[in-house]
């Protein structure tokens, strides 16, 4: 089976073995070990890596568990080293196409990490780390077969950006992957928004609180409303309540609350509109429309 890597992407056909057009080159799929087979979305992240890294990666027990890893690939350096692949999808959270890659690739100027797909299965959102701990939001083109300059957005110059990544929403419309991060050195805390569909990266920063202990700065929880137009964010640690316009990519209203200690914050929308959210102590109810946090009795 041959087409261009977007039709690939979109999975429109399954087989044990596959041929599939990448750039200029045509690679022919081994089988897994034992009789076993490649899921669609470990096909799907083993082709992004093939047109990233310049790689053909073999696969190894691609779903048949995790006593091996479920690809691998020789560098074309010319060292001799190997690189592994591990694919993972958590069901705690959309991201998908998550691959961990070994072996960093130096000629593209830093070790990437496949993000996710765009909605399309045209396009790749990357994370390019730096030895500093921070990372710049770069895309793949897959049907042009290239890395494009510079950070998303940015008209060719990269962009760093640093924090630590926790929990991630996703629109069911395909359209937004959003997740939180918190910057412990500048006590800040923000949402990495991705537009899937329009190829748009852009960090929305949270109400700030540069006196607030990092503990309290990660008890931020985020909830999509039902349009997915709406992302709220709480923080019973803080007393904050922050609604976030997506299409604006803006902090449009902000609700202070009394503090209250306790654990990691849940938060979801309820189908009137009203954000719920607890600390495992207390519940609490925020109308948007009001622009209030009363305590759930």
């Known amino acids: 089976m041959t087409g261009p890597p977007s039709k690939m992407l979109r999975g429109d056909n399954e087989t044990s073995s596959r041929e599939c057009t990448v750039g200029a080159a045509t690679l022919q799929r081994m089988s897994n070990a034992a009789g076993t087979k490649a899921s669609r979305e470990e096909e799907i992240a083993f082709l992004a890596m093939e047109e990233v890294l310049g790689v053909e990666i073999k696969l190894a027990d691609a779903g048949a568990g995790d006593k091996t890893p479920d690809g691998t690939w020789v560098d074309p350096d010319g060292t001799g080293r190997v690189g592994i692949v591990e694919t993972t999808f958590p069901d705690t959270f959309y991201r998908p196409y998550c691959c961990q890659i070994s072996v960093a690739i130096a000629r593209r100027g830093g070790p990437f990490r496949v993000e996710t797909v765009s909605t399309a299965g045209d396009f790749l959102f990357l994370q390019q780390n730096f030895v500093d701990g921070s990372y710049a939001v770069r895309g793949y083109d897959l049907a042009a077969g290239q890395l494009l300059p510079g950070s998303l957005g940015r008209k060719g110059e990269v962009v760093q950006m640093q924090g630590l990544a926790g929990q991630v929403v ?126 759930v009795v």
Request: hydrophobic share 40%; aromatic share 8%.
């Open 170 to 295: 996703a629109s069911p419309d395909g359209r937004w992957l959003l997740t939180l991060y918190v910057n412990t050195q500048t006590n800040t805390a923000f949402v990495h928004a991705l537009n899937l569909i329009e190829r748009i990266a852009i960090c929305i920063n949270l109400p700030p609180c540069t006196k607030c202990a990092p503990e309290a700065l990660k008890r931020w929880s985020l909830a999509l409303a039902p349009d997915g137009r709406t992302l709220f964010g709480a923080n019973p640690a803080l007393g904050r309540v922050a609604t976030i316009n997506l299409p604006t990519y803006q902090l449009v209203a902000e609700s202070r609350f009394r503090p209250s200690p306790g654990g990691a914050t849940r938060a979801k929308v309820s189908k009137d509109g009203k954000l719920l959210f607890t600390n495992g102590r207390t519940t609490w109810s925020f109308d948007p429309t009001a622009n209030s946090v009363d305590p």
